[in-house]
């Protein structure tokens, strides 16, 4: 069993950068590839990126490759996604997750955190 617990987010400008982390609990952290997902009013739940069990290996999507950093402190057992040159757009739930693959969709993940809310002004 793991646990998994979301914080940093908070209402920022355009152009700001915010670093969110997710702690886990449990001795098992290091044994699982973690993502970030993220999901805005009304749409659906999209994947923004995955890092494997060791940090070695990342995975965006697109549309945050350049932007937006995953990185994991296995020691802390906390994972971070350093998010910077934030838009309106990316108004979000930000969920961590652990248990699926570096290319799985959000259905194939084990274990979800509650999520923070990001919110970017204009």
């Known amino acids: 069993q793991l646990q998994l617990v979301e914080s940093g987010g908070k209402l920022v400008q355009a152009g700001d950068s915010l670093r969110l982390a997710c702690e886990g609990s449990?001795?098992?952290?290091?044994?699982?590839?973690m993502g970030w997902f993220r999901q805005a009013p009304g749409k659906e739940r999209e994947f923004v990126a995955t890092?494997?069990?060791?940090?070695?290996?990342?995975n965006y999507a697109d549309s945050f490759k350049g932007r937006f950093t995953i990185s994991r402190d296995n020691d802390k057992t906390t994972m971070y996604l350093q998010m910077n040159s934030l838009k309106p757009e990316d108004t979000a739930v930000y969920y961590c997750?652990?248990?699926?693959?570096?290319?799985?969709?959000?259905?194939?993940?084990?274990?979800w955190g509650r999520g923070t809310q990001v919110t970017v002004s204009s």
């Open positions: 997750a652990a248990g699926g693959s570096l290319t799985s969709g959000p259905r194939h993940w084990t274990y």
């Open positions: 449990g001795r098992f952290f290091s044994t699982y590839a």
């Open positions: 890092i494997s069990r060791g940090g070695g290996t990342a």
